[in-house]
């Protein structure tokens, strides 16, 4: 199945705006949907879809700050541009600190906003590319034996084979087929590389 | 290079870094943390600051405009030391262009002067109430 184009969803009540936004973002060649509610955007929502959000802050009904949570409550790492015709300081940091990617006053440049809306989708794609990679080094980990957990588990606490094997109660030489394995599997061409994935696998998504 | 500001979790527990160039501002506010239970040391320039010896603090609250570098500079220049104490910015004539600029950089908060007090008490509160749990000043 191929996956949709990153595209630019577009959430304003004012009719005008989303049909400027529209034709302005088409004019440089990013995919546009565009919704007249908060209400009409979460309804579709799909997080697996990659992209970014240009969310007007004040609409009637769920405003923007309202749908950002919503949104956070779904763990959605879409990046959020908000636009604002009357915002304030306050409101631009709590948008902010809520995990928005940029918030811009209208009115501005249209270059201004692309090059957000730009910036914003490549923080998209970083962040799903990130998620991939944590989704495949979990499945390497999934594949190890128990056993072979156990000794990428002390293998990584920065513990000597000669240690491990004594704690696991196996010869030497026993701790180091494992480790092998375990590298091999991971696909780890280091230990460095080895703990660094352990710590990725371990984050919270 | 100087051993300055060092980044270990052994960090100054309750010490707060107030960073403004103005007196009554800064002695307003040193009042107004002592009152929480913060160790207050005063600079007022960002050299100063990032020449201070011992660990880390628990926070920053820094003006913008600094004598010699802005607020989002100071962040960066913390950050390329390791240091990851928390940063409030006050701002006199805060836009947003600048508070989202700040919080990109990734100030904690972006504070409009002068009516800071409420917000600053609410974040040095939880920041200390955090390395010392049941020790909260009341009223």
Known sequence: MKEKPATVFVVDDDEAVRTSLRLLLKSVGLPVETFASAQEFLDQFDPGRAGCLVLDIRMPGMSGLELQQHLNDRHSIMPIVFITGHGDVPMAVEAMQAGAVDFIQKPFRDQDLIDRINRALEKDREMRGELRERDEIRRRMSQLTPREREVLELVTQGKANKVIAGDLNVSQRTVEIHRARVMEKMGANSLAHLVRMVIEAHRED | ?139
């Open chain 2, 1 to 139: 290079m100087p051993a300055d500001l060092e980044n270990n979790d052994d960090r100054g527990v309750s010490t707060v870094f107030i960073v403004d160039p103005d007196e009554a501002m800064t002695r307003h506010l040193a009042e107004l943390l002592s009152a929480l239970g913060a160790e207050v040391q005063v600079f007022t320039t960002a050299a100063a600051m990032l020449d201070a010896p011992g660990p880390a603090p628990a926070c920053v609250i820094s003006e913008l405009e600094l004598p010699d570098m802005s607020g989002i500079e100071l962040i960066a220049a913390l950050r390329s030391r390791q240091v990851r104490s928390p940063v409030i910015l006050l701002a006199a004539d805060g836009e947003i262009a600048t508070a989202v600029k700040a919080m990109r950089a990734g100030a904690l908060d972006f504070i409009e002067k002068p009516h800071v007090d409420r917000l600053l008490a609410w974040h040095v509160g939880r920041l200390l109430e955090h390395v010392t749990p049941g020790d909260r000043s009341q009223g």
